[in-house]
């Protein structure tokens, strides 16, 4: 089992809808979670950080975290052709010392 | 300020050659990491150094990676004998080292191996 699964997609979404990406995790003593976001040909750039149960807003970004259900997730409100690029999870393993990253999710905004 | 810088921007070098790809983090970022992202990949992870510890190095794929940090602030990564398999984008990130640790990452040194 990978330490972090995500989906692979390619997820399309039509423009204006919600996206919602998912992420797992096995290290059941992770702390902090993150979404990053990568265009093609580009390095990742933060989008988000959580550490807490429930859920957390920034503009049109909701992550939200359940660690009883080692879940974490990551909704796009009002979707823009722009957010058209692959979304990664990543994941402090228990000793915090690192993060682990997933393989990404492709997500694709139609208009 | 400036942000993490990574040099060179690509390599292409010969199989069995050695290479070195070097990584300026963001001036008093203590800790830095290396990944490696091959096409259409995830990040899989290297190497992290933190301060003065020494270094995780559990990610490193053979006893022909290595790398380096001198002084706490620029790190070297070199790759010996390079295989085709090495191919890949190599990106380095550094952060404060403050929780939660939010990384910043370098725009990467793409190494194609002939």
């Known amino acids: 089992q990978k330490e972090v699964e995500q989906n692979s997609g390619p997820l399309s979404v039509p423009e204006g809808a919600i996206a919602s990406l998912n992420c797992t995790y096995s290290?059941?003593?992770?702390?902090?979670f993150f979404w990053y976001r990568q265009y093609s040909g580009k390095s990742p750039e933060l989008i988000m950080f959580?550490?807490?149960?429930g859920d957390k807003e920034d503009g049109r970004f909701t992550a939200q975290l359940n660690k009883a259900s080692q879940y974490v997730s990551l909704l796009i409100r009002d979707s823009q052709p722009s957010d058209s690029a692959t979304y990664l999870c990543?994941?402090?393993?228990?000793?915090?010392?690192?993060?682990?990253f997933g393989s990404g999710t492709r997500l694709s905004i139609r208009p | 300020g400036a942000g993490v810088s990574q040099s060179p921007s690509n390599k292409v070098t010969e199989k069995g050659k050695d290479v070195e790809l070097r990584c300026d983090p963001i001036?008093?970022?203590?800790?830095l990491y290396w990944y490696r992202q091959s096409l259409g990949q995830g990040l899989e992870f290297l190497i992290y150094?933190?301060?003065?510890?020494?270094?995780?190095k559990s990610g490193l794929p053979s006893d022909r990676f290595s790398a380096e940090r001198t002084g706490g602030s620029v790190s070297t990564l070199t790759i010996q004998r390079t295989q085709q398999e090495d191919s890949a984008v190599y990106l380095c990130?550094?952060?404060?080292?403050?929780?939660?640790?939010?990384?910043?990452f370098g725009p990467g040194t793409r190494l194609l191996v002939l």
């Open positions: 990130a550094s952060s404060s080292g403050g929780a939660p640790e939010t990384q910043y």
């Open positions: 290290d059941r003593g992770s702390q902090s």
């Open positions: 959580i550490y807490s149960n």
């Open positions: 990543a994941v402090t393993d228990s000793s915090a010392s690192k993060i682990i």
């Open positions: 001036s008093g970022h203590t800790a």
């Open positions: 150094f933190q301060g003065n510890s020494a270094p995780d």
